[in-house]
């Protein structure tokens, strides 16, 4: 059959509203995920949007593994504090669709998501075209940052790079955060072949923020290539901590000592390396203005929230999960020293696991790694997450089954019944991580908002 519109369902009306329109944009394409630019290309250039990214936008695209979000976010900030205008696209997003496309941080209405959802979709019918919803939304959000004539715009790959839609757009800047193994239905099953997807991104002479040690050979050649200018971490840059509230950055020009932000020092090094290296004028005052305002939702995302001590982070490869144990070593301790000190005769704390993930991620990897990391995890509260593609109660059961006890694994049969129950299975003293995937964190956020 070809690629028409014979047995799509009617475009909605006037008077749809955006959970309509998200509802309609998930049933027009025969995949959620059809990689390649063939398709958008034309309905992108029927909108205008590459050539208004060219015209008059400085662009920075990121790709990588693991840390996107956080390195979008950060950069987003900076250039905020510094004056300029600034789009920002991520995904997926926690609660609320609008989430994933900002202007100056603040997320975009109703009413323009669905103004700019009304364009796409005459402009892919026009074009005789079917669209992903990816596809779909990220033309949208394309179209409101040029209507909206943003100085600058700040991009999240969605998947990959190479073939993801947002490289439809010449960046001006590149980052690759890192390069581990996600995705091996769509991007291969080795770092070379992840690698040369995600280089991807880079075009001819811009420069190229590496924020990982090890490099595979495809991004080195993508870099020869491209005659990019490669600044890499522990060469190109360097950071450290110095203590609670303050780390140090440098590079061949500068040696900053800053103020330490909420998200990771790795992805805020990448995101300062890459406001660094562009053309824009940014200057100390506003980079410190940004690291102490910028937070991004379920990355390292630490609450205190019904009596109990909650922390969120959006984990769900191994490489995500070597990143939050990382962080987590020393905020157990924190929590269990200040609870020692404050409740000396109550129970010993311990962690307990709110936990789901997607069915095609390695969740064995994970769980694996999670178990072995010698931290005092004492029960996992898990539940199918409302989303295609979850992985089973069973699924997660058998898997965990191989690594814990039975007696600490706790099966619900909704994501809200499980945070019910870990509160309740919980003291005050406890540790509750959240953590598997991003539809995780924002099932539990939901359920402890009602």
Not at 2 to 10: G, Y
Not at 372 to 389: C, M, Q, T, V
Request: charged share 20%.
């Amino acid at each position: 059959m070809s690629d028409s519109q014979a047995s799509n369902p009617a475009s909605p009306n006037d008077k749809a509203d955006l959970t309509e329109w998200l509802d309609y944009m998930q049933q027009i394409h025969v995949s959620a995920i059809d990689m390649g630019l063939s398709r958008v290309l034309p309905v992108a250039e029927a909108l205008g949007v590459v050539q208004s990214a060219k015209d008059d936008a400085y662009v920075f695209t990121v790709a990588g593994t693991n840390g996107k979000g956080s390195t979008t976010a950060v950069i987003a900030q900076m250039c905020q504090a510094a004056g300029y205008k600034t789009a920002l696209y991520q995904s997926p997003h926690l609660s609320a669709f609008n989430e994933r496309v900002r202007i100056n941080g603040e997320m975009v209405s109703d009413e323009t998501l669905i103004n700019a959802f009304n364009k796409v979709e005459a402009a892919r019918l026009q074009c005789a075209l079917t669209l992903s919803f990816f596809e779909m939304t990220t033309l949208a959000a394309l179209l409101i940052f040029a209507e909206a004539d943003c100085d600058v715009w700040v991009l999240e790959v969605g998947l990959g790079g190479r073939l993801d839609v947002v490289n439809i757009i010449d960046p001006d800047m590149a980052v690759i955060t890192n390069i581990g193994i996600d995705h091996v239905d769509w991007l291969g099953d080795n770092v070379e072949d992840i690698g040369r997807e995600k280089a991807g991104i880079l075009r001819n002479g811009i420069p190229l923020i590496y924020g990982a040690t090890d490099m595979p050979t495809s991004v080195q050649q993508a870099i020869d290539k491209n005659q990019a200018t490669c600044y890499q971490v522990g060469q190109g840059f360097h950071y450290r901590e110095i203590d609670a509230i303050t780390w140090q950055y440098s590079n061949a020009a500068v040696t900053l000592q800053l103020p330490r932000p909420a998200l990771s020092l790795t992805n805020t090094a990448n995101a300062l390396s890459a406001v660094l290296a562009s053309s824009l004028e940014i200057d100390i005052a506003a980079i410190e203005q940004a690291l102490q305002t910028v937070k991004l939702a379920g990355r390292f995302d630490y609450r205190e929230l019904e009596n109990r001590h909650w922390l969120f982070d959006v984990a769900h490869n191994e490489q995500g999960v070597e990143f939050l144990l990382a962080q987590l070593s020393p905020l157990w301790q924190y929590v269990a020293k200040q609870n020692s000190d404050e409740q000396t005769n109550s129970a010993p704390a311990t962690i307990k696991m709110l936990f789901s993930m997607l069915a095609d991620k390695d969740i064995d990897k994970v769980v694996q790694r999670l178990t072995e990391s010698g931290l005092p995890i004492s029960d996992w509260f898990i539940a199918e997450i409302d989303y295609p593609r979850a992985a089973s109660t069973q699924q997660l059961q058998g898997i965990l089954s191989n690594y814990v006890d039975s007696a600490q694994i706790h099966e619900f049969k909704r994501l809200s019944e499980a945070t019910q129950a870990v509160i309740n299975g919980s003291q005050p003293q406890d540790l509750i991580v959240v953590c598997g995937s991003f539809h995780t964190i924002g099932e539990a956020l939901a359920a402890l908002e009602k």
